[in-house]
């Protein structure tokens, strides 16, 4: 079940560059997009979130963008900050469905 | 900002033994959930709990699970027989179903499962 894919396992970016992870699903169904961090040995933290009827969300130095039509989302962070390192899932919801299907994670590494 | 809890952080057992992880979702929150991730692997959804039963659960959850809300607040796991398969990290969650987070899950810090 490969529902929520995030074809990147790890990214590297320099302290005050742009982050640009990304997310495609395969289920037009689902009709709401979700980011998580989450650190070593914690539980995933919720970063934002995008309704499918909007194509941008944008809050503080986070911003996630949906493109419904290529089925693709991206979660832009600019500008990257060392504590930013972590591991960062993408999540989805189908229609009426309280559960989220979430991809395999993406690493992010801020070098300072 | 309240936060789930979960109890306890580690378990170590032996291989046919049963668990119980323990969790207290939010105190307004109406949807528990309960998610594992198995170590380098993504986080999977268990099972899903609304209104004192079990609303959705996922091909994982089988005869061996079970799930709990004793008391109004606690919301438990159970795995009756450990496999070492069970080893992994198990998250609870919760959401209040309503209102401007809906779709937002919260979680708790984990339960790490070690089977031998």
């Known amino acids: 079940d490969q529902q929520v894919k995030q074809n990147s396992p790890s990214l590297s970016v320099q302290e005050g560059r742009i982050s640009i992870l990304n997310c495609d699903y395969t289920?037009?169904?689902?009709?709401?997009f979700l980011w998580y961090k989450k650190y070593p040995a914690e539980g995933p933290t919720f970063l934002i979130s995008?309704?499918?009827?909007?194509d941008k969300n944008e809050d503080g130095r986070f911003t996630v963008f949906l493109n419904k039509s290529a089925k693709h989302l991206s979660l832009h962070i600019v500008p990257s900050q060392p504590g930013d390192s972590a591991v960062y899932f993408c999540?989805?919801?189908?229609?009426?469905?309280?559960?989220?299907?979430f991809g395999t994670g993406t690493r992010l590494t801020i070098i300072p | 900002e309240p936060e789930v809890t979960q109890t306890p952080s580690h378990q170590v057992t032996q291989m046919g033994q049963e668990v119980i992880l323990r969790c207290v979702p939010i105190?307004?929150?109406?949807?528990f959930y309960w998610y594992r991730q198995i170590l380098g692997q993504k986080v999977e959804f268990l099972v899903s709990?609304?209104?004192?039963?079990?609303?959705?659960k996922s091909e994982i959850f089988d005869d061996q699970f079970s799930v709990e809300r004793p008391d109004g607040s606690n919301f438990t796991l159970k795995i009756r027989s450990t496999k070492l398969e069970d080893s992994a990290m198990y998250f609870c969650?919760?959401?209040?179903?309503?209102?401007?987070?809906?779709?937002?899950?919260?979680f708790g810090e984990g339960s790490r499962l070690t089977v031998l």
């Open positions: 969650a919760s959401t209040p179903g309503t209102g401007e987070r809906y779709g937002e899950l919260f």
């Open positions: 289920n037009s169904m689902f009709d709401y």
């Open positions: 995008i309704s499918s009827i909007k």
């Open positions: 999540a989805a919801r189908l229609i009426g469905n309280e559960k989220l299907t």
């Open positions: 105190s307004n929150h109406l949807y």
């Open positions: 709990f609304y209104n004192n039963e079990i609303s959705e």
